[in-house]
């Protein structure tokens, strides 16, 4: 599909199960029927939700990316070092 | 010294007793893979560089690694290069201690992300040259190759690493170079909007700047050696080259990204190559610049380990499994993202 803007092509991108499309030239988003509503939705429900913030947090879960182990932002599972997965010792030595 | 080595590593032993004349030196095996022999005796290590290294390019290399500029960065050869009678490329390194490989919660990871940011800042054109590519694209496709060769019977496993694989842009599949910077993969993008940090202008900028930094080209625990109980040293020039330098951080990244590398330990090595100013990635979000070396390395990784299990007729080990389930995790984000 062409930007109707600037006629560059879009691609599609997932966020939180909404199909968005966005221009890979200038950034501008495309939403189809419903989308809008969706993500307004799936807003509020995040704001409802509100996150639960630590009062003092100041190191934040460093950033991973989207395909990252589940395991990411979630915090209590590391801090102790000796654990490593099984096979992990040998791979940090091979390319 | 163990009795069956190579015929290769028995070619290495008698030069390198050769060079340190002396016929009676203890000499140890370190490593005798196809891919590369080492053999130490006393002070000095010779390596024998895998068959079909161009001797023009590892000459350039081996030039870096002597020059001042690379003095507290790489380790500097010893002398120059030789051949083995099977034809294979010889170069002789002073003996340095490894990371020990059974305490890697030990692991300098501040000491590698200060290293590969002083890499990363070496003028290049000071350097001799002409410097050739990174390998590190070029050893990702190997991977793929012997993945492919393996002809393993049909799996998610092997599926999903080469779609990962195919949906990775040319560069990072080492099929084309030239392609570099021109748009950036927004897959891996946490946050829907472009948080530009700062470096986002020569990321979109396509100008080639980050194809012209020098880089490793393979890090990992064993390319650092501690030569005469001073600093950390790089070590293994067979892949150095030009290149993104987001390369180099994106096998501690995709460890990390696989929940292998604690978080700590990740911080501590990206803050480190932050701290002495390193080029690769900007001061907030890592991942855009990560991304695509990353998950190259995630199903290079993999798609070794599926490989040598299978020749090997064992499963995968814990951390073999995450790298796959990572691999799998990736090809099913790309069939979400179109």
């Known amino acids: 599909m062409q930007c109707p803007k600037c006629h560059a092509p879009m691609h599609t991108y997932n966020r939180n199960g909404v199909q968005i499309e966005q221009c890979s030239g200038c950034r501008g988003i495309f939403l189809d029927y419903g989308e809008l509503e969706a993500l307004t939705r799936l807003e509020s429900q995040w704001t409802q939700a509100g996150p639960p913030a630590p009062p003092a947090a100041p190191q934040a879960y460093p950033a991973a990316p989207a395909w990252g182990a589940p395991q990411h932002g979630h915090y209590g599972h590391h801090g102790h070092h000796g654990h490593h997965k099984r096979g992990f010792g040998h791979m940090l030595f091979s390319s | ?338």
């Open chain 2, 1 to 338: 010294m163990g009795e069956a080595v190579s015929q290769t590593a028995a070619q290495l032993i008698t030069a390198l007793r050769r060079a340190q004349r002396d016929a009676t030196a203890e000499v140890t095996v370190l490593a005798d893979r196809p891919d590369g022999t080492v053999v130490r005796c006393g002070h000095v290590v010779a390596k024998a560089h895998p068959p079909g290294t161009d001797p023009a390019e590892l000459a350039v290399r081996l030039g870096v690694a002597a020059h001042p500029r690379c003095a507290e960065i790489l380790l500097p050869p010893v002398d120059g290069m030789g051949a083995l009678p099977d034809g294979r490329q010889v170069t002789l390194w002073p003996y340095g201690e490894p990371v020990a490989p059974d305490a890697p919660d030990a692991a300098p990871w501040v000491g590698a992300g200060r290293l590969l940011a002083r890499l990363h800042a070496v003028p290049i054109a000071e350097l001799p040259g002409p410097l050739p590519a990174m390998r590190g694209p070029a050893k990702a496709a190997r991977a793929i190759a012997r993945l492919r060769a393996a002809a393993l019977p049909d799996s998610v496993a092997t599926r999903a690493v080469l779609r990962a694989w195919a949906g990775l842009p040319g560069w990072a599949r080492g099929v084309d170079r030239t392609e570099r910077t021109g748009r950036m993969d927004r897959m891996g993008r946490r946050d829907g909007n472009d948080g530009n940090d700062g470096n986002g202008g020569r990321d979109e900028g396509g100008d080639g700047d980050v194809t012209h930094t020098l880089c490793h080209g393979d890090l990992h625990l064993g390319q650092l050696i501690r030569h005469r109980a001073t600093d950390w040293r790089l070590i293994d020039i067979d892949d150095l080259g030009l290149g993104d330098p987001a390369w180099d951080l994106a096998r501690p990244a995709a460890w990390y990204a696989a929940g292998l590398l604690a978080a700590e330990d990740w911080e501590r090595f990206l803050g480190a190559y932050r701290a002495a100013g390193g080029c690769a990635v900007g001061q907030r979000d890592p991942w855009p610049r990560l991304d695509v070396p990353a998950r190259a390395l995630t199903v290079q990784t993999a798609a070794l380990a599926l490989a040598k299990a299978a020749a090997a007729g064992r499963a995968l080990d814990e951390a073999e499994e995450a790298m796959v389930a990572a691999s799998v995790r990736i090809a099913h984000f790309m069939e979400a993202a179109g």
